[in-house]
């Protein structure tokens, strides 16, 4: 089959999964394509034997780096375009029903004003009638479109993509992210094997490392995460990533008086090492589907604390393959940094257990099986 995923951005979890997908598909002898614009991921993709194109569509109006995609399109013939962002979604749909291709959208995630509206998320912005309008209308009218479906990555967005955006149900298929096995690897240097020995064995007088990985960005809620960090002594903080709030989260550091335990590392093309030498992994947002962040930490042994948000608890059984803590609520997050901070058996217990989930439940082999089954009831 030859399959052609269409990306408008060049970093965050939904690049990580379509370049996933795009090199698992090769592997499996499919005639892969991956649109989107330049940078290391397209590389990445292109060594594993993906088929590449550069296109930079920067606003939805972009009617220029449409045209760029509407040549891609017409060029490669794809039998399935999959739409792998919102403003892909949109550009995509209408391309696809232009040139009457079959097409798959996956709704990783909704805007900040209508986050609330997805099971367990906070509120992050206000939203008003012209929000509501312009986004959940005109998702409806592209969801309607022929031989289309909506892809969500967890059951809490299925239910907000049948319940607030009114997708017949029929439309709407649940498949999780996954991670590659790369991120499952047990050998090489740096790489924590299930059941190993906690990183800080033998070094009893070195802090706790904690990593935080993702886009700067107020839903993320990274300034909860340092005050709370700097409650609790002997540990220390590796905020990895980029983004509009980096200046509020510098700033957030600053006045905790403890700026000396918190590194701010920037982007990362390959976060892994970061994780692969980390102790504790903490996603504190206020809303999330199924972060790839979280899979990748899990598949690298290292124990999770997550706030309990949209598809958070569809990854992370509280107790059992991490710590789950109420958005927003500071003083649980000390809690559960404590506990694990200070009781390297529960890590050592919540890291396995967390791997051994992600290799059964989120490997990329069972996400690209269950959308080659979307794509091809969408070509029949």
């Keep these: 089959m030859r399959v052609l995923q269409l990306l408008t951005q060049a970093r965050g979890g939904p690049v990580d999964h379509a370049v996933e997908v795009a090199v698992e598909l090769a592997r499996l002898g499919h005639e892969s394509h991956l649109v989107s614009p330049n940078g290391a991921h397209l590389a990445r993709a292109a060594a594993a034997g993906v088929r590449t194109h550069v296109a930079e569509v920067r606003?939805?109006?972009?009617?220029?780096?449409?045209?760029?995609?509407?040549?891609?399109?017409?060029?490669?013939?794809?039998?399935?375009?999959?739409?792998?962002?919102?403003?892909?979604?949109?550009?995509?749909?209408?391309?696809?029903?232009?040139?009457?291709?079959?097409?798959?959208?996956?709704?990783?995630g909704v805007p900040d004003e209508l986050a609330v509206l997805v099971p367990g998320?906070?509120?992050?912005?206000?939203?008003?009638?012209?929000?509501?309008?312009?986004?959940?209308?005109?998702?409806?009218?592209?969801?309607?479109?022929?031989?289309?479906?909506?892809?969500?990555?967890?059951e809490a967005l299925a239910t907000y993509a049948r319940d607030q955006v009114g997708?017949?149900?029929?439309?709407?298929?649940?498949?999780?992210?996954?991670?590659?096995?790369?991120?499952?690897?047990?050998?090489?240097?740096?790489?924590?094997?299930?059941?190993?020995?906690?990183?800080?064995?033998?070094?009893?007088?070195?802090?706790?490392?904690?990593?935080?990985?993702?886009?700067?960005?107020p839903v993320k809620r990274v300034p909860d995460l340092v005050r709370a960090a700097s409650r609790v002594p002997g540990i220390e903080v590796e905020l990895v990533g980029d983004g509009p709030e980096r200046r509020t989260i510098e700033e957030v550091v600053a006045g905790t008086g403890t700026g000396d335990r918190f590194h701010l590392t920037g982007y990362q093309a390959d976060p892994s090492p970061s994780l692969r030498r980390s102790d504790i992994f903490v996603l504190p947002s206020a809303a999330e589907a199924c972060p790839m962040a979280l899979l990748q930490a899990m598949a690298?042994?290292?124990?999770?604390?997550?706030?309990?948000?949209?598809?958070?608890?569809?990854?992370?059984?509280?107790?059992?393959?991490?710590?789950l803590v109420d958005p927003g609520d500071e003083d649980q997050l000390v809690d559960a940094l404590v506990a694990l901070a200070g009781d390297q058996a529960l890590r050592l217990s919540l890291g396995a257990a967390g791997r051994s989930r992600v290799a059964e439940q989120f490997g990329i082999d069972r996400s690209a099986q269950a959308l080659l089954a979307i794509y091809e009831r969408l070509v029949a």
């Design 121 to 154: 998320n906070l509120e992050i912005a206000r939203s008003g009638r012209r929000d509501r309008f312009g986004y959940l209308v005109l998702e409806r009218l592209l969801a309607t479109a022929p031989r289309s479906a909506v892809v969500t990555p967890c």
């Design 167 to 217: 997708v017949p149900g029929d439309r709407v298929h649940t498949v999780v992210n996954g991670v590659a096995p790369a991120w499952l690897e047990t050998t090489g240097p740096g790489v924590r094997s299930q059941g190993s020995a906690d990183p800080r064995s033998g070094d009893a007088e070195r802090p706790v490392r904690v990593t935080w990985l993702g886009l700067m960005q």
């Design 300 to 323: 690298c042994g290292v124990p999770v604390i997550a706030s309990r948000v949209g598809g958070v608890p569809e990854i992370v059984r509280d107790g059992v393959d991490g710590l």
């Design 59 to 108: 606003a939805k109006t972009d009617l220029a780096g449409a045209r760029v995609v509407a040549d891609v399109l017409a060029r490669v013939r794809p039998d399935v375009i999959h739409l792998q962002d919102r403003r892909a979604g949109l550009v995509g749909r209408l391309l696809a029903a232009r040139h009457r291709i079959p097409s798959a959208y996956t709704l990783h």
